[in-house]
Protein backbone atom coordinates (compact mmCIF):
# COMPACT_ATOMS: atom_id res chain seq x y z
CA UNK A 1 0.00 0.00 0.00
CA UNK A 2 1.34 3.36 -0.91
CA UNK A 3 1.96 5.65 2.81
CA UNK A 4 -0.14 8.55 2.97
CA UNK A 5 0.71 12.58 3.36
CA UNK A 6 2.11 13.19 6.23
CA UNK A 7 -1.00 14.03 9.19
CA UNK A 8 0.37 16.91 11.49
CA UNK A 9 -1.61 16.78 14.18
CA UNK A 10 -3.46 19.75 14.79
CA UNK A 11 -5.51 22.03 12.22
CA UNK A 12 -7.46 25.32 12.93
CA UNK A 13 -10.49 23.61 10.67
CA UNK A 14 -10.95 20.22 9.38
CA UNK A 15 -14.00 19.19 7.22
CA UNK A 16 -15.18 15.95 7.11
CA UNK A 17 -16.85 15.22 3.28
CA UNK A 18 -15.18 15.78 -0.35
CA UNK A 19 -18.12 16.27 -2.30
CA UNK A 20 -18.79 19.72 -4.63
CA UNK A 21 -20.07 21.40 -1.00
CA UNK A 22 -16.34 20.58 1.37
CA UNK A 23 -14.65 20.92 -1.73
CA UNK A 24 -16.29 24.83 -1.83
CA UNK A 25 -16.12 25.52 1.53
CA UNK A 26 -12.05 23.67 1.79
CA UNK A 27 -11.17 26.42 -0.97
CA UNK A 28 -13.41 28.95 0.95
CA UNK A 29 -11.22 28.96 4.20
CA UNK A 30 -8.06 28.37 2.04
CA UNK A 31 -8.64 31.90 0.42
CA UNK A 32 -8.95 33.35 3.75
CA UNK A 33 -5.40 31.90 4.52
CA UNK A 34 -6.99 29.19 7.08
CA UNK A 35 -5.29 25.97 7.43
CA UNK A 36 -7.60 23.61 7.15
CA UNK A 37 -7.93 19.89 6.51
CA UNK A 38 -10.03 18.22 3.92
CA UNK A 39 -10.78 14.31 4.37
CA UNK A 40 -13.16 11.92 2.44
CA UNK A 41 -13.66 8.24 3.34
CA UNK A 42 -13.88 7.68 -0.43
CA UNK A 43 -12.67 9.22 -3.61
CA UNK A 44 -13.14 13.14 -4.04
CA UNK A 45 -16.30 13.50 -5.21
CA UNK A 46 -17.21 10.49 -5.51
CA UNK A 47 -20.27 9.96 -4.25
CA UNK A 48 -23.44 12.41 -5.08
CA UNK A 49 -21.15 15.55 -6.50
CA UNK A 50 -20.05 12.93 -9.47
CA UNK A 51 -24.05 11.58 -9.83
CA UNK A 52 -25.67 14.95 -11.00
CA UNK A 53 -27.57 15.45 -13.96
CA UNK A 54 -24.37 17.44 -14.70
CA UNK A 55 -26.06 20.44 -15.19
CA UNK A 56 -25.38 24.61 -13.92
CA UNK A 57 -28.59 25.84 -13.59
CA UNK A 58 -31.19 27.43 -11.87
CA UNK A 59 -33.53 25.22 -11.79
CA UNK A 60 -36.49 25.91 -14.09
CA UNK A 61 -38.99 23.82 -12.58
CA UNK A 62 -38.78 25.45 -9.09
CA UNK A 63 -40.18 28.84 -10.46
CA UNK A 64 -43.52 26.44 -9.93
CA UNK A 65 -42.75 26.52 -6.30
CA UNK A 66 -41.72 30.05 -6.73
CA UNK A 67 -38.44 29.27 -5.41
CA UNK A 68 -37.58 32.59 -6.67
CA UNK A 69 -34.70 33.34 -4.42
CA UNK A 70 -33.36 29.71 -5.22
CA UNK A 71 -33.34 30.31 -8.78
CA UNK A 72 -32.18 33.97 -8.97
CA UNK A 73 -29.11 32.89 -6.92
CA UNK A 74 -28.29 30.13 -9.02
CA UNK A 75 -28.86 31.67 -12.40
CA UNK A 76 -26.88 34.07 -11.15
CA UNK A 77 -24.00 31.54 -10.13
CA UNK A 78 -24.19 29.42 -13.36
CA UNK A 79 -23.36 32.46 -15.22
CA UNK A 80 -20.50 33.55 -13.16
CA UNK A 81 -19.12 29.72 -13.60
CA UNK A 82 -19.53 30.02 -16.92
CA UNK A 83 -17.32 32.85 -16.73
CA UNK A 84 -14.70 31.36 -14.10
CA UNK A 85 -14.43 27.69 -15.23
CA UNK A 86 -14.86 27.99 -19.19
CA UNK A 87 -13.10 24.62 -19.65
CA UNK A 88 -14.90 22.85 -17.30
CA UNK A 89 -18.81 23.64 -18.25
CA UNK A 90 -20.75 25.09 -20.96
CA UNK A 91 -24.13 26.87 -22.27
CA UNK A 92 -26.46 24.65 -23.25
CA UNK A 93 -29.92 25.44 -25.53
CA UNK A 94 -32.55 23.15 -23.64
CA UNK A 95 -36.42 22.36 -25.75
CA UNK A 96 -39.02 21.36 -23.48
CA UNK A 97 -41.69 19.90 -25.74
CA UNK A 98 -45.28 20.71 -25.68
CA UNK A 99 -48.12 18.33 -25.82
CA UNK A 100 -51.90 19.19 -26.50
CA UNK A 101 -52.22 16.63 -22.78
CA UNK A 102 -49.81 18.35 -20.87
CA UNK A 103 -50.95 20.29 -18.20
CA UNK A 104 -49.17 23.84 -18.85
CA UNK A 105 -49.70 25.10 -22.59
CA UNK A 106 -46.85 25.95 -24.87
CA UNK A 107 -47.70 29.89 -23.95
CA UNK A 108 -47.63 29.18 -20.10
CA UNK A 109 -44.13 27.62 -20.61
CA UNK A 110 -42.89 30.40 -22.78
CA UNK A 111 -44.19 32.73 -19.25
CA UNK A 112 -42.59 30.52 -17.32
CA UNK A 113 -39.10 31.09 -19.40
CA UNK A 114 -39.56 34.79 -19.64
CA UNK A 115 -39.38 34.81 -15.85
CA UNK A 116 -36.35 32.74 -15.70
CA UNK A 117 -34.72 34.86 -17.99
CA UNK A 118 -35.57 37.95 -15.95
CA UNK A 119 -34.40 35.99 -12.62
CA UNK A 120 -31.04 35.65 -14.34
CA UNK A 121 -30.67 39.64 -14.81
CA UNK A 122 -31.58 38.85 -18.90
CA UNK A 123 -27.39 37.37 -18.50
CA UNK A 124 -29.20 33.78 -19.75
CA UNK A 125 -28.99 33.73 -24.06
CA UNK A 126 -32.33 34.76 -24.16
CA UNK A 127 -35.99 32.36 -24.69
CA UNK A 128 -37.12 31.18 -27.86
CA UNK A 129 -39.94 28.66 -29.08
CA UNK A 130 -40.03 26.36 -31.80
CA UNK A 131 -43.57 25.62 -33.57
CA UNK A 132 -44.90 22.12 -34.16
CA UNK A 133 -42.78 21.48 -37.98
CA UNK A 134 -39.78 23.40 -36.72
CA UNK A 135 -39.35 21.08 -33.77
CA UNK A 136 -40.46 17.67 -35.64
CA UNK A 137 -37.59 18.94 -38.20
CA UNK A 138 -34.75 19.30 -35.79
CA UNK A 139 -36.05 16.11 -33.70
CA UNK A 140 -36.91 13.86 -36.27
CA UNK A 141 -37.80 11.03 -34.03
CA UNK A 142 -40.34 12.50 -31.31
CA UNK A 143 -43.66 11.57 -31.24
CA UNK A 144 -45.94 13.81 -33.36
CA UNK A 145 -49.26 12.74 -31.84
CA UNK A 146 -50.22 16.14 -30.31
CA UNK A 147 -47.05 17.90 -30.22
CA UNK A 148 -47.86 21.64 -30.28
CA UNK A 149 -43.86 23.58 -30.46
CA UNK A 150 -41.30 23.70 -28.32
CA UNK A 151 -40.17 26.47 -25.40
CA UNK A 152 -36.31 27.03 -25.78
CA UNK A 153 -33.78 28.18 -22.79
CA UNK A 154 -30.31 28.20 -21.86
CA UNK A 155 -28.22 26.67 -18.80
CA UNK A 156 -25.35 24.49 -18.71
CA UNK A 157 -23.79 21.60 -18.78
CA UNK A 158 -20.71 20.69 -16.54
CA UNK A 159 -17.90 17.41 -15.75
CA UNK A 160 -19.41 18.10 -12.06
CA UNK A 161 -16.42 15.55 -10.65
CA UNK A 162 -13.55 17.30 -12.50
CA UNK A 163 -15.27 20.98 -11.59
CA UNK A 164 -15.08 19.69 -7.82
CA UNK A 165 -11.66 18.32 -7.83
CA UNK A 166 -10.40 21.58 -9.56
CA UNK A 167 -12.45 23.61 -6.55
CA UNK A 168 -10.39 20.99 -4.50
CA UNK A 169 -6.83 21.64 -5.97
CA UNK A 170 -7.29 25.44 -5.87
CA UNK A 171 -7.53 25.51 -2.17
CA UNK A 172 -4.37 23.33 -2.03
CA UNK A 173 -2.77 26.30 -3.22
CA UNK A 174 -2.38 27.39 -0.06
CA UNK A 175 0.20 25.31 1.46
CA UNK A 176 -0.96 25.19 4.98
CA UNK A 177 -4.08 23.14 3.56
CA UNK A 178 -4.04 19.57 2.74
CA UNK A 179 -6.66 17.56 1.60
CA UNK A 180 -6.88 13.13 1.82
CA UNK A 181 -8.92 10.78 -0.09
CA UNK A 182 -10.01 7.45 1.03
CA UNK A 183 -9.38 8.65 5.11
CA UNK A 184 -12.66 8.47 7.01
CA UNK A 185 -13.80 10.36 9.87
CA UNK A 186 -14.30 7.94 12.92
CA UNK A 187 -15.43 9.98 16.00
CA UNK A 188 -14.62 12.64 18.00
CA UNK A 189 -14.44 14.26 21.21
CA UNK A 190 -14.68 17.74 22.83
CA UNK A 191 -10.90 18.19 24.76
CA UNK A 192 -11.67 21.78 25.33
CA UNK A 193 -14.88 24.20 24.62
CA UNK A 194 -12.47 25.03 21.67
CA UNK A 195 -10.72 22.19 21.10
CA UNK A 196 -11.80 18.52 18.88
CA UNK A 197 -10.07 15.41 18.95
CA UNK A 198 -10.82 14.10 15.85
CA UNK A 199 -10.10 9.78 14.80
CA UNK A 200 -9.68 9.51 11.39
CA UNK A 201 -9.13 5.56 9.57
CA UNK A 202 -7.51 5.29 6.29
CA UNK A 203 -9.65 3.36 4.20
CA UNK A 204 -6.88 1.58 2.14
CA UNK A 205 -3.86 1.39 4.65
CA UNK A 206 -6.60 1.26 7.71
CA UNK A 207 -3.96 3.04 9.67
CA UNK A 208 -5.41 5.65 12.63
CA UNK A 209 -4.60 9.19 13.13
CA UNK A 210 -5.71 11.69 15.51
CA UNK A 211 -5.76 15.08 14.81
CA UNK A 212 -7.09 18.03 16.96
CA UNK A 213 -9.00 20.86 15.69
CA UNK A 214 -11.08 23.96 16.74
CA UNK A 215 -13.59 23.67 14.10
CA UNK A 216 -15.29 20.69 12.94
CA UNK A 217 -17.47 21.04 9.93
CA UNK A 218 -19.26 18.20 8.33
CA UNK A 219 -20.26 18.50 4.67
CA UNK A 220 -21.11 15.17 4.51
CA UNK A 221 -24.69 15.10 2.41
CA UNK A 222 -26.85 12.82 2.09
CA UNK A 223 -25.05 10.39 4.40
CA UNK A 224 -24.86 12.57 7.45
CA UNK A 225 -28.16 11.70 9.50
CA UNK A 226 -26.20 7.98 9.88
CA UNK A 227 -23.08 9.22 10.75
CA UNK A 228 -23.87 11.66 13.16
CA UNK A 229 -27.15 9.64 14.43
CA UNK A 230 -24.68 7.12 15.69
CA UNK A 231 -23.04 9.43 18.17
CA UNK A 232 -24.50 10.64 21.44
CA UNK A 233 -22.32 13.77 21.29
CA UNK A 234 -23.98 15.25 18.76
CA UNK A 235 -27.41 15.21 19.59
CA UNK A 236 -28.87 15.15 16.21
CA UNK A 237 -32.10 14.04 15.18
CA UNK A 238 -32.74 13.12 11.19
CA UNK A 239 -33.45 16.17 9.27
CA UNK A 240 -33.24 14.87 5.41
CA UNK A 241 -35.71 12.47 3.49
CA UNK A 242 -32.99 11.08 0.70
CA UNK A 243 -34.21 10.29 -2.42
CA UNK A 244 -32.54 8.41 -5.27
CA UNK A 245 -31.62 9.55 -8.48
CA UNK A 246 -30.68 7.65 -11.76
CA UNK A 247 -29.08 8.33 -14.82
CA UNK A 248 -27.76 6.38 -18.20
CA UNK A 249 -25.28 7.24 -20.20
CA UNK A 250 -26.39 5.81 -24.06
CA UNK A 251 -24.87 5.25 -27.63
CA UNK A 252 -24.81 8.76 -29.31
CA UNK A 253 -26.32 7.02 -32.06
CA UNK A 254 -29.09 5.83 -30.10
CA UNK A 255 -31.12 8.66 -30.68
CA UNK A 256 -31.40 11.62 -33.71
CA UNK A 257 -30.69 14.54 -31.17
CA UNK A 258 -28.65 17.74 -32.55
CA UNK A 259 -29.42 19.65 -28.68
CA UNK A 260 -30.78 18.62 -25.31
CA UNK A 261 -34.42 18.03 -24.66
CA UNK A 262 -36.74 18.32 -21.10
CA UNK A 263 -39.28 15.40 -20.60
CA UNK A 264 -42.22 16.10 -18.69
CA UNK A 265 -44.03 12.66 -18.20
CA UNK A 266 -47.26 12.89 -16.80
CA UNK A 267 -46.22 11.66 -13.52
CA UNK A 268 -44.63 15.31 -13.18
CA UNK A 269 -41.27 14.02 -12.88
CA UNK A 270 -38.80 15.60 -15.41
CA UNK A 271 -36.35 13.72 -17.35
CA UNK A 272 -33.32 15.56 -19.09
CA UNK A 273 -32.13 13.94 -22.26
CA UNK A 274 -28.90 15.20 -23.07
CA UNK A 275 -25.72 14.88 -25.81
CA UNK A 276 -22.27 15.38 -24.81
CA UNK A 277 -20.09 14.34 -27.53
CA UNK A 278 -20.44 10.45 -28.81
CA UNK A 279 -23.08 9.85 -25.55
CA UNK A 280 -26.37 10.74 -24.51
CA UNK A 281 -26.79 11.63 -20.65
CA UNK A 282 -30.60 10.77 -19.98
CA UNK A 283 -31.77 11.15 -16.62
CA UNK A 284 -33.58 11.05 -13.41
CA UNK A 285 -35.44 9.15 -11.42
CA UNK A 286 -36.85 9.60 -8.04
CA UNK A 287 -37.02 6.35 -5.92
CA UNK A 288 -36.91 5.97 -1.75
CA UNK A 289 -33.72 4.36 -0.78
CA UNK A 290 -32.92 2.52 2.09
CA UNK A 291 -29.85 0.55 2.94
CA UNK A 292 -26.33 1.02 1.92
CA UNK A 293 -25.43 4.53 1.00
CA UNK A 294 -22.33 4.46 -0.65
CA UNK A 295 -21.42 3.40 -4.39
CA UNK A 296 -24.96 2.78 -5.48
CA UNK A 297 -25.83 1.06 -8.93
CA UNK A 298 -28.68 2.34 -10.42
CA UNK A 299 -32.04 -0.66 -10.05
CA UNK A 300 -33.67 -2.30 -13.07
CA UNK A 301 -37.00 -0.65 -12.33
CA UNK A 302 -35.16 2.67 -12.94
CA UNK A 303 -33.15 1.93 -15.94
CA UNK A 304 -36.47 0.61 -17.95
CA UNK A 305 -38.42 3.40 -16.32
CA UNK A 306 -36.15 5.88 -18.14
CA UNK A 307 -36.09 3.45 -21.27
CA UNK A 308 -39.57 2.92 -21.65
CA UNK A 309 -40.18 7.46 -21.28
CA UNK A 310 -37.63 7.52 -24.39
CA UNK A 311 -39.54 5.47 -26.25
CA UNK A 312 -42.50 7.14 -25.59
CA UNK A 313 -41.15 10.37 -26.29
CA UNK A 314 -38.80 9.07 -29.55
CA UNK A 315 -40.79 6.26 -30.80
CA UNK A 316 -39.58 6.22 -34.20
CA UNK A 317 -36.08 5.77 -32.58
CA UNK A 318 -34.77 1.90 -32.07
CA UNK A 319 -33.63 2.47 -28.16
CA UNK A 320 -32.96 -0.70 -26.25
CA UNK A 321 -31.31 -1.82 -23.51
CA UNK A 322 -28.05 -2.62 -25.96
CA UNK A 323 -27.29 1.17 -26.20
CA UNK A 324 -26.88 1.83 -23.02
CA UNK A 325 -23.26 2.41 -22.21
CA UNK A 326 -23.20 2.76 -18.28
CA UNK A 327 -25.32 4.07 -15.46
CA UNK A 328 -24.96 6.11 -12.38
CA UNK A 329 -27.28 6.34 -9.12
CA UNK A 330 -26.64 9.19 -6.65
CA UNK A 331 -29.14 10.57 -2.73
CA UNK A 332 -30.53 13.72 -2.84
CA UNK A 333 -29.53 15.60 0.02
CA UNK A 334 -33.05 17.48 0.89
CA UNK A 335 -33.78 18.76 3.92
CA UNK A 336 -37.18 18.44 5.61
CA UNK A 337 -39.15 21.94 5.59
CA UNK A 338 -39.48 21.28 9.44
CA UNK A 339 -39.15 17.77 10.83
CA UNK A 340 -42.03 18.52 13.19
CA UNK A 341 -44.65 19.76 11.58
CA UNK A 342 -44.76 19.07 7.64
CA UNK A 343 -43.09 15.57 6.84
CA UNK A 344 -42.73 14.94 3.36
CA UNK A 345 -42.08 17.98 2.51
CA UNK A 346 -38.09 19.27 1.50
CA UNK A 347 -36.68 22.29 1.48
CA UNK A 348 -34.45 23.04 -1.92
CA UNK A 349 -32.26 25.69 0.12
CA UNK A 350 -29.33 24.75 2.24
CA UNK A 351 -29.26 25.26 5.81
CA UNK A 352 -26.24 25.57 8.18
CA UNK A 353 -27.02 23.80 11.55
CA UNK A 354 -24.68 23.69 14.71
CA UNK A 355 -25.37 20.71 17.04
CA UNK A 356 -22.78 21.73 19.29
CA UNK A 357 -20.36 24.43 19.49
CA UNK A 358 -18.08 24.88 17.23
CA UNK A 359 -19.72 22.00 14.71
CA UNK A 360 -21.45 22.98 11.87
CA UNK A 361 -23.28 20.79 9.38
CA UNK A 362 -24.10 21.61 6.21
CA UNK A 363 -26.91 20.32 4.13
CA UNK A 364 -29.40 20.41 1.44
CA UNK A 365 -28.74 23.36 -1.75
CA UNK A 366 -27.94 22.38 -5.16
CA UNK A 367 -24.46 21.60 -6.78
CA UNK A 368 -25.00 24.74 -8.55
CA UNK A 369 -24.74 27.07 -5.60
CA UNK A 370 -21.92 25.46 -4.04
CA UNK A 371 -19.85 28.93 -3.96
CA UNK A 372 -22.64 30.68 -2.18
CA UNK A 373 -23.30 27.90 0.49
CA UNK A 374 -19.45 27.82 1.23
CA UNK A 375 -19.63 31.10 2.48
CA UNK A 376 -22.71 30.35 5.00
CA UNK A 377 -20.17 28.46 7.00
CA UNK A 378 -16.77 30.10 5.77
CA UNK A 379 -18.08 33.58 7.57
CA UNK A 380 -18.96 32.07 10.70
CA UNK A 381 -15.84 30.43 10.85
CA UNK A 382 -13.73 33.74 9.86
CA UNK A 383 -16.18 36.07 12.19
CA UNK A 384 -15.10 33.71 15.47
CA UNK A 385 -11.20 33.65 14.25
CA UNK A 386 -11.58 37.70 14.08
CA UNK A 387 -10.61 37.67 10.46
CA UNK A 388 -12.70 40.13 7.79
CA UNK A 389 -14.78 37.63 5.28
CA UNK A 390 -14.37 38.82 1.81
CA UNK A 391 -17.04 37.30 -0.24
CA UNK A 392 -15.27 38.12 -3.30
CA UNK A 393 -12.07 36.16 -2.55
CA UNK A 394 -13.99 33.36 -4.63
CA UNK A 395 -14.83 35.29 -7.19
CA UNK A 396 -11.31 34.69 -8.36
CA UNK A 397 -11.10 32.01 -11.33
CA UNK A 398 -10.01 28.43 -10.65
CA UNK A 399 -6.00 28.62 -10.41
CA UNK A 400 -5.25 24.69 -10.99
CA UNK A 401 -6.19 23.09 -14.57
CA UNK A 402 -7.09 19.39 -14.54
CA UNK A 403 -4.27 17.76 -17.41
CA UNK A 404 -7.59 15.85 -18.75
CA UNK A 405 -10.35 18.62 -20.03
CA UNK A 406 -13.56 17.23 -20.18
CA UNK A 407 -16.19 16.73 -23.44
CA UNK A 408 -12.80 15.35 -25.35
CA UNK A 409 -10.88 18.18 -24.95
CA UNK A 410 -8.18 16.88 -24.21
CA UNK A 411 -6.47 13.80 -26.20
CA UNK A 412 -5.53 10.37 -24.21
CA UNK A 413 -1.80 10.12 -24.18
CA UNK A 414 0.05 7.78 -21.95
CA UNK A 415 1.93 10.98 -20.92
CA UNK A 416 -0.73 12.69 -20.03
CA UNK A 417 -2.45 9.84 -18.04
CA UNK A 418 0.80 9.46 -16.08
CA UNK A 419 0.75 13.54 -15.40
CA UNK A 420 -2.51 12.96 -13.74
CA UNK A 421 -1.40 10.24 -11.39
CA UNK A 422 1.12 11.98 -10.39
CA UNK A 423 -0.41 15.45 -9.94
CA UNK A 424 -4.15 15.39 -9.08
CA UNK A 425 -4.16 12.67 -5.92
CA UNK A 426 -5.97 10.16 -6.97
CA UNK A 427 -4.89 6.41 -4.96
CA UNK A 428 -6.27 3.61 -6.85
CA UNK A 429 -6.70 2.98 -10.25
CA UNK A 430 -10.40 3.69 -9.92
CA UNK A 431 -10.02 7.31 -8.87
CA UNK A 432 -7.71 7.72 -11.93
CA UNK A 433 -10.32 6.15 -14.49
CA UNK A 434 -13.36 7.78 -13.41
CA UNK A 435 -12.89 10.70 -11.86
CA UNK A 436 -9.61 12.41 -13.20
CA UNK A 437 -9.72 10.58 -16.41
CA UNK A 438 -14.08 10.28 -16.90
CA UNK A 439 -14.36 6.57 -18.15
CA UNK A 440 -17.18 5.33 -16.36
CA UNK A 441 -16.97 1.78 -17.55
CA UNK A 442 -14.94 -0.22 -20.43
CA UNK A 443 -17.67 1.18 -22.84
CA UNK A 444 -16.93 4.36 -23.36
CA UNK A 445 -13.06 4.03 -23.70
CA UNK A 446 -13.00 5.27 -27.57
CA UNK A 447 -9.21 4.99 -28.09
CA UNK A 448 -7.25 3.13 -30.82
CA UNK A 449 -5.13 0.68 -28.38
CA UNK A 450 -7.85 -1.31 -25.98
CA UNK A 451 -8.39 -0.42 -22.69
CA UNK A 452 -6.05 -2.94 -21.12
CA UNK A 453 -3.12 -2.71 -23.38
CA UNK A 454 -2.81 1.22 -22.72
CA UNK A 455 -2.86 0.17 -19.31
CA UNK A 456 -0.47 -2.32 -18.93
CA UNK A 457 2.04 -0.63 -20.90
CA UNK A 458 1.51 2.03 -18.45
CA UNK A 459 1.49 -0.02 -15.16
CA UNK A 460 4.35 -0.48 -13.82
CA UNK A 461 5.02 4.01 -14.04
CA UNK A 462 1.44 4.31 -12.82
CA UNK A 463 2.31 1.95 -9.70
CA UNK A 464 4.83 5.13 -8.44
CA UNK A 465 1.75 6.56 -7.59
CA UNK A 466 -1.66 4.53 -7.18
CA UNK A 467 -2.69 1.19 -6.48
CA UNK A 468 -2.79 -0.89 -9.76
CA UNK A 469 -2.66 -4.28 -10.58
CA UNK A 470 -3.24 -6.53 -13.87
CA UNK A 471 -6.59 -7.77 -12.25
CA UNK A 472 -7.94 -4.38 -11.43
CA UNK A 473 -7.56 -3.10 -15.23
CA UNK A 474 -8.79 -6.39 -16.51
CA UNK A 475 -11.75 -6.52 -14.43
CA UNK A 476 -12.41 -2.61 -14.69
C1 LIG B 1 -29.81 12.41 -9.27
C2 LIG B 1 -29.32 13.79 -8.91
C3 LIG B 1 -29.23 14.77 -9.88
C4 LIG B 1 -28.77 16.04 -9.53
N1 LIG B 1 -28.59 16.97 -10.52
C5 LIG B 1 -28.13 18.20 -10.20
C6 LIG B 1 -27.83 19.13 -11.23
O1 LIG B 1 -27.92 18.83 -12.42
N2 LIG B 1 -27.41 20.37 -10.86
C7 LIG B 1 -27.27 20.72 -9.54
O2 LIG B 1 -26.93 21.88 -9.28
N3 LIG B 1 -27.49 19.83 -8.54
C8 LIG B 1 -27.89 18.58 -8.85
N4 LIG B 1 -28.08 17.65 -7.86
C9 LIG B 1 -27.76 18.00 -6.47
C10 LIG B 1 -26.26 17.90 -6.21
O3 LIG B 1 -25.70 16.82 -6.90
C11 LIG B 1 -26.00 17.75 -4.73
O4 LIG B 1 -26.67 18.78 -4.04
C12 LIG B 1 -24.51 17.87 -4.39
O5 LIG B 1 -23.71 17.08 -5.25
C13 LIG B 1 -24.30 17.42 -2.96
O6 LIG B 1 -22.93 17.55 -2.65
P1 LIG B 1 -22.39 17.19 -1.22
O7 LIG B 1 -20.98 17.63 -1.19
O8 LIG B 1 -23.31 17.73 -0.19
O9 LIG B 1 -22.54 15.60 -1.11
P2 LIG B 1 -21.56 14.44 -1.66
O10 LIG B 1 -21.05 14.74 -3.00
O11 LIG B 1 -22.27 13.14 -1.47
O12 LIG B 1 -20.33 14.52 -0.66
C14 LIG B 1 -20.40 14.02 0.66
C15 LIG B 1 -19.10 13.29 0.91
O13 LIG B 1 -19.03 12.89 2.27
C16 LIG B 1 -18.22 11.73 2.32
N5 LIG B 1 -18.36 11.05 3.60
C17 LIG B 1 -19.45 10.43 4.09
N6 LIG B 1 -19.16 9.87 5.30
C18 LIG B 1 -17.87 10.17 5.57
C19 LIG B 1 -16.98 9.88 6.66
N7 LIG B 1 -17.36 9.14 7.72
N8 LIG B 1 -15.72 10.34 6.60
C20 LIG B 1 -15.27 11.08 5.55
N9 LIG B 1 -16.07 11.36 4.48
C21 LIG B 1 -17.36 10.92 4.50
C22 LIG B 1 -18.72 10.92 1.13
O14 LIG B 1 -17.78 9.93 0.72
C23 LIG B 1 -18.96 12.00 0.09
O15 LIG B 1 -17.88 12.12 -0.82
C24 LIG B 1 -28.48 16.34 -8.18
C25 LIG B 1 -28.56 15.35 -7.21
C26 LIG B 1 -28.95 14.07 -7.57
C27 LIG B 1 -28.98 13.00 -6.54
Request: proline share 4%; with cysteine; net charge neutral.
Amino acid sequence: MKSNRQIKDHYPCLIVGAGIVGAGIFRDLSLHGIPTLLVDKKDFTSQTSQASSKMLHGGIRYLENFDFKLVFEALHEKNLWLKLAPHLCYEQRFSIPVYNEDKRPLWMIRCGLFLYDLLSSFQNTMHDQTNRSETISKFPQIRENGLQGAGIYSDAVVDDAKLTLEVIYDGLENKNCQAENHMAYINSKKLKEDLFEVELKCELTEQKYKVTTKKLIFATGPFTDKLLSNSHDFNWEPKLLPSKGSHLWIERKALELPSPVVLTPPDGRVIFVIPQGEKILVGTTETQIDGEYFDLKAGEEDIQYLLDNLKQYFPKSNISKENILSTFCGIRPLVKEDSSHSRGKTAREHKVFQPISNCYVILGGKYTTFRVMAHDVTKEICHSFGIPFNSSLSLAPLRVCSHILPFEKTELTKEVVINCAKYELPKTFEDLVIRRLGINDKKHWNHSESFDDFFKSIQSKLSEYIEISDEQITNF
